[in-house]
Nanobody
Framework: HVQLVESGGGSVETGGSLRLACVVS????????MAWFRQAPGKEREKVAH????????YYADSVKDRFTVWREDAKKMLFLEMNSLQPGDTAMYYC??????????????WGQGTQVTVS
């Protein structure tokens, strides 16, 4: 039974920083792609970043490129997202997600409950 749990969200001023974390449980390995998504009220869900097993393939949305950094620590089964220079447009519920394989461009099968980020 795969579970993902996010943490680290909160309220920050414009220009501030937050680090989100995601803990994975219920898996016996780490050979799968992971991603961060976000969704703001009235907007479609957006992939913020993804990172493949071994960090061989990393993607950032144009809106966060050069401001956000994603990395994974597979020994801890954790995924992180460092968010810098936060803007009000970054306000959203942020979700950690994992695929069933290391194919990062497809659908994600496992999702966390989300952690709220509010920038004002």
């Amino acid at each position: 039974h795969v579970q993902l749990v996010e943490s680290g969200g909160g309220s920050v001023e414009t220009g501030g920083s937050l680090r989100l974390a995601c803990v994975v449980s219920g898996t016996t390995g780490t050979e799968y792609c992971m991603a961060w998504f976000r969704q703001a009220p009235g907007k479609e869900r957006e992939k913020v970043a993804h990172i493949s097993y071994g960090s061989l393939m990393i993607y950032y949305a144009d809106s966060v490129k050069d401001r956000f950094t994603v990395w994974r620590e597979d020994a801890k089964k954790m995924l992180f997202l460092e968010m810098n220079s936060l803007q009000p447009g970054d306000t959203a519920m942020y979700y950690c997600a994992a695929a069933s394989t290391d194919y990062c461009a497809g659908n994600y099968d496992y999702w966390g409950q989300g952690t709220q980020v509010t920038v004002s």
